[in-house]
């Protein structure tokens, strides 16, 4: 038999991140770039807002002209004009004088205030209005570039397009943006065992699910993939759908054929196609089998044909490599910590990811086991939201322990591997 | 100026919830199904694994021929047949008789324990093994149903799917998954200061941020949109074109215009249209003029022209409704605690939500507002991922002090509203 030496994992986050190729940018529409990595700052063209303006309807005035008022000596306003949001007045305000002005529309000239309509008694005509209080320079103007500055740097190079942004890119006049392209990520299944998802159940078979699965991740993550379907443990057609499949996407990943069994071809498969294993086992549980190999500067990714290592093994290992491919500046799971619902027994003599259920109860973070907990098991990932980290080395935890955990399905990620 | 009584803000989110309407379901591909909401539970047509299996690659044995196995007394096996994942051995064991079988591969008749290939010392010619260990009967299988038995149920109606649902799903054979129709959601963004993003900035005007935020944020929950872009604030065109979206969509929103300024004509057009109006006014900042009105079943989203009230306003309203529409058995934002990072001196008559950066640190989660914080403020928006929920009635808050927080970007929600 083979002897694999372990990788700490650590070291295989690092090895794998220094071999993830950048992909080259390219510019798209504002309106497709949800989930996408922006390829470099932004810093804002002009003023947020670009003009002084009203944050009330009410009446402009020039707040000199409103020193003395009281509930005694109300001072009184002559409307000139009347503009909603869009429209600039021309007039130039004079001594006493007012334009009616609604929220968003520019603050004429000379008017520095503005009278809320609440704060304005009214003439039945409408014509004048009468104020009870002195009004202060700027009062209850919103001021150009109070929200940004130009020339502020708004948003950094490597960050993540949510809604959010986008309304900020909006505001700038971005209707193209610049980003990294998008991998296209190739997904091959091999087992004799796999039947597809259509296909009725035989003696000794079972359902492909990890090429689902892993379509499902990177739907996530909003990347494409190139379904390369599933195949027999056979050496010979292995490698010739691996050697192709690398020719036609940026990065691709296989699940099983990884291990040291009489059936994994997938070492093998790397030696001939000349792949530089980067490493072959990692100290962790489960998805010790974890592969990675680099061909051409494309990453290949040999993960477990287990289901539950299959899934850990994408979120801890491809994920945060694509990102990076993508200059992500967050490309890790989020990391949190929250508190043990249940004891958990066993030692964990290398590190150990356990798919968990994470919920927030009066303000605690509680985490549970989703369920049947070994490698093979699937059920428990209808479940699972997290993580729980057990570091290696560690024996058991009660009830009540805090633990490491990683999110799942947040947009935002880490800055940093913190486990 | 029209008085409007403020609706408490849980009253509103009640009569919406009470007002959503169901979609109607389908039948879509479980590959296009990620984010998707289950119109079904999801039973165990059959048992996860569907047959007892080897979990390690080693040796097919009857337990009863180890008993008595030592260090001293060492007990040899004749290797009678060699499987792999997907293959049935045809050989019935007799005694002293092993089948070499690798990991996912069915146990063979009479076979009831593995023997594990690190556990055995094999003969050079591989033909035979010994062992130093006696087996207990199951040790070393993986039963049939022990994930999952037949029969169970797995997942309930309305779960949103997920990559690891998918996995199951896959498992169980669904080629095909029964879901909720997506709705279609119309955005137009009403206001005569409103510029396209392309557009060059002229006085007094703006470009429409919140058209293509809301893109984005229906792109969060893969929804689809149409959009009617922008109009100026005219009450003919606007009625028009709202007319015409609500007989195209499943679902109206509309930004701006719902306020009580001088162009707001969104409450003369929802009367013209006969539609009703549930609320116009809610106790809570930003977005207190958020606007819910319902015309032949359908719900018109009355938001605010600020973008960061629009913003709010859709996470707090529209999502859940647009879940609910769909059956989502947790349509709300997911609720946590966390520590504010620094003092909020303002006083909070009304329920005020402030766009905030949520961080884990060191176990703790820190909450930071956003930047920025008036209503029209967008660049805060870029920073932000949690929603810092202070209660009405409550005066400043101090660094470190607990507060509520809901969660954007999250794929999981909640079920209940917590605040």
């Given at each position: 038999m083979e002897f694999r030496k372990p990788i700490p994992l650590q070291s295989a986050i690092k090895l794998m991140m220094e071999h993830a190729p950048l992909m080259e940018t390219e510019e798209i529409s504002l309106s497709e770039s949800y989930l996408r990595i922006l390829a470099e700052p932004v810093v804002a063209a002009?003023?947020?807002?670009?003009f002084d303006r009203a944050p009330y309807d009410g009446f402009a005035i020039r707040s000199q002209d409103s020193q003395g008022a009281s509930e005694q000596q109300r001072i009184g306003f002559q409307v000139v004009d009347h503009i909603g949001a869009g429209s600039v007045s021309t007039k130039m305000l004079g001594q006493g004088e007012a334009v009616r002005i609604m929220t968003g529309a520019a603050m004429p000239k000379h008017a520095d205030s503005v009278v809320m309509l609440e704060q304005a008694k009214l003439s039945d005509s409408g014509d004048c209005f009468t104020i009870r209080k002195s009004f202060q320079p700027l009062e209850n103007v919103s001021l150009a570039g109070e929200d940004a500055a130009v020339g502020d740097v708004l948003l950094e190079g490597g960050e993540l397009i949510h809604p959010g942004s986008i309304a900020l890119l909006a505001t700038l006049g971005y209707a193209k943006v610049k980003v990294a392209r998008k991998p296209v990520v190739g997904i091959l299944a091999t087992g004799s065992e796999l039947l597809d998802i259509d296909e009725k159940l035989v003696d000794g078979k079972i359902r492909n699910s990890n090429g689902p699965m892993l379509q499902g991740q990177l739907a996530r993550m909003g990347i494409p993939f190139r379904s390369y379907g599933k195949l027999m443990d056979r050496f010979d057609a292995c490698y010739e759908l691996v050697k192709q499949a690398i020719t036609e996407t940026d990065c691709l990943i296989t699940t099983g054929g990884v291990s040291v069994g009489d059936f994994d071809f997938l070492p093998a498969i790397y030696e001939k196609l000349g792949a530089k294993v980067l490493?072959?086992?990692?100290?962790?549980?489960?998805?010790?089998?974890?592969t990675l190999a680099v061909l051409d500067g494309k990453l290949l990714f040999g993960l477990s044909g287990n289901p539950s290592a299959c899934y850990t093994g994408f979120e801890l290992f491809t994920r945060p490599a694509l990102l990076r491919m993508m200059g992500?500046?967050?490309?890790y799971l989020r990391y949190t910590q929250a508190e043990l619902a249940e004891d958990y027994k066993k030692a964990n003599p290398f590190t150990r990811f356990i798919r968990a259920s994470l919920s927030f109860t009066e303000g605690r973070a509680v985490i549970t086991s989703?369920?049947?907990?070994?490698?093979?098991?699937?059920?428990?990932l209808a479940q699972t939201n997290a993580l729980i980290v057990l570091p290696g080395g560690s024996r058991s935890f009660a009830k009540g322990d805090i633990v490491d955990v990683l999110m799942l399905g947040t947009e935002e990620g880490d800055r940093e591997w913190k486990i």
């Open positions: 002009h003023n947020i807002p670009p490493f072959n086992k990692v100290a962790m549980r489960p998805g010790s089998v974890t992500s500046n967050k490309p989703a369920g049947f907990n070994k490698s093979n098991a699937v059920s428990s």
